[in-house]
């Protein structure tokens, strides 16, 4: 089964469910392909967040993605 690691570029696209970005990481998700990111992507999303506008919605849309991805540890 082939697994990607997902940079802060992809993440930050994959939180609007509607864009390209996320509309390919769902449907990777429903071919059984597993997703994951890093911690240090996770930190540089967060810190981000301080510059969007739409807060709640965007750490709603956050939230459901990260059910979709794995958090792998860096080694």
């Given at each position: 089964?082939?697994?990607?690691?997902?940079?802060?570029n992809h993440?930050?696209l994959a939180?609007?469910?509607?864009?390209?970005?996320?509309?390919?990481?769902?449907?990777a998700r429903?071919?059984?392909?597993?997703?994951?990111?890093?911690?240090?992507?996770?930190?540089?999303?967060?810190?981000?967040?301080?510059?969007?506008?739409?807060?709640?919605?965007?750490?709603?849309?956050?939230?459901?993605?990260?059910?979709?991805?794995?958090?792998?540890?860096?080694?």
């Amino acid at each position: 089964m082939p697994a990607y690691l997902l940079d802060t570029n992809h993440v930050g696209l994959a939180v609007n469910r509607a864009s390209l970005v996320g509309e390919r990481v769902m449907k990777a998700r429903l071919a059984g392909i597993r997703l994951g990111t890093c911690l240090p992507v996770i930190c540089e999303i967060e810190a981000g967040l301080r510059q969007v506008r739409r807060k709640v919605k965007y750490r709603r849309d956050l939230d459901h993605l990260l059910l979709q991805v794995r958090l792998w540890p860096m080694t």
